[in-house]
Nanobody
Framework: QVQLVESGGGLVQAGGSLRLSCAVSGSIFRLDDMGWYRQAPGQQRALVASITTGGSANYEDSVKGRFTISRDIAKKTVYLQMNSLKPEDTAVYYC??????????????WGQGTQVTVSS
């Protein structure tokens, strides 16, 4: 079984910063791409940023230049540094990870979500 545990959400004023973390645990044989998604009330879950095992990152246009995704392969952890936060960044942020566990079984797992609220 694969588990993703997120931390780091909270309430911040516009212009502030937050750092989200997501640690993956379980019988992981291989950890592939990881990413962060967000879902605001009444909206669909959407990709914010993703990162490959090689460190290549991809960002949604509205967060480019403000958010930075990174990962620690040894710790099986992905981070999202969020700077210059705006009220429109308010959402529940979900971590996603893909790979293989127990050597042959693919997984595509989600964290429980962490609330980020940006006040104006």
């Amino acid at each position: 079984q694969v588990q993703l545990v997120e931390s780091g959400g909270g309430l911040v004023q516009a212009g502030g910063s937050l750092r989200l973390s997501c640690a993956v645990s379980g019988s992981i044989f291989r950890l592939d791409d990881m990413g962060w998604y967000r879902q605001a009330p009444g909206q669909q879950r959407a990709l914010v940023a993703s990162i490959t095992t090689g460190g290549s990152a991809n960002y949604e246009d509205s967060v480019k230049g403000r958010f930075t995704i990174s990962r620690d392969i040894a710790k099986k952890t992905v981070y999202l540094q969020m700077n210059s936060l705006k009220p429109e960044d308010t959402a529940v942020y979900y971590c996603n990870a893909r790979g293989l566990y127990l050597r042959y079984t693919p997984f595509n797992s989600w964290g429980q979500g962490t609330q980020v609220t940006v006040s104006s």
